[in-house]
């Protein structure tokens, strides 16, 4: 098998010619280290994400693993990313992480109880809030403890990821 264009002859070095020299690299990406702005996205992600996670509990009536590790993740994920590497958020986004998913039960307990009751959710939480924590503590049960360990945890290991 022949070549199409016969290889350089000799040494291209040999008259003292030095290499191209690579381009310089890029300098690296600044360091997010913000914490203030990390934790105020972690307590939006936080809100947000119990609102979310009350409603599809007081839809389908029931709680869902993957519906805390979402909580979980999305609090991490949040404070990770807008706040960066600092060790203070990924203990911080699993704290709230905790309140998220307590407040979305507590949420789904008032969805429960605005069917039931034919009251509005809102009026609920905003009312009788003292109701609502006696029949999530009649209610709750080992799953319920599983549901926070496992957000807390989604949480921590998001906030890790996401800083990287």
Same mark, same amino acid.
């Given at each position: ?7 350089p002859s000799g040494n291209p070095f040999? $008259? ?14 600044? #360091?997010?280290? $913000?914490?203030?702005?990390?934790? #105020? ?6 809100? #947000?994400?119990? !609102? ?8 389908i009536e029931r709680q869902i693993s ?17 706040? !960066?590497? $600092?060790?203070?958020?990924?203990v911080a986004s699993a704290v709230l992480?905790? !309140?998220? #998913? ?15 009751? $034919? ?46």
């Amino acid at each position: 098998m022949s070549q199409p264009v016969p290889p350089p002859s000799g040494n291209p070095f040999a $008259n003292g010619g030095a290499p191209e020299p690579y381009p310089m690299a890029p300098p690296p990406a600044p #360091v997010r280290d $913000n914490v203030a702005l990390g934790l #105020v996205a972690a307590v939006v992600a936080a809100l #947000v994400s119990a !609102g979310v996670y009350g409603a599809l509990l007081g839809g389908i009536e029931r709680q869902i693993s993957w519906a805390a590790i979402g909580v979980g993740f999305l609090v991490g994920f949040a404070a990770g990313k807008v706040g !960066g590497r $600092n060790p203070v958020l990924p203990v911080a986004s699993a704290v709230l992480s905790l !309140g998220a #998913v307590y407040l979305g039960q507590l949420v789904g307990i008032a969805v429960l109880g605005a069917k039931e009751f $034919n009251v509005s959710a809102t009026e609920l939480l905003l009312e009788d809030f003292g109701l609502l924590t006696e029949a999530w503590n009649e209610g709750k049960d080992a799953l319920t403890f599983l549901f926070f360990a496992l957000a807390a945890f989604a949480a921590f290991s998001g906030a890790k990821k996401a800083a990287k």
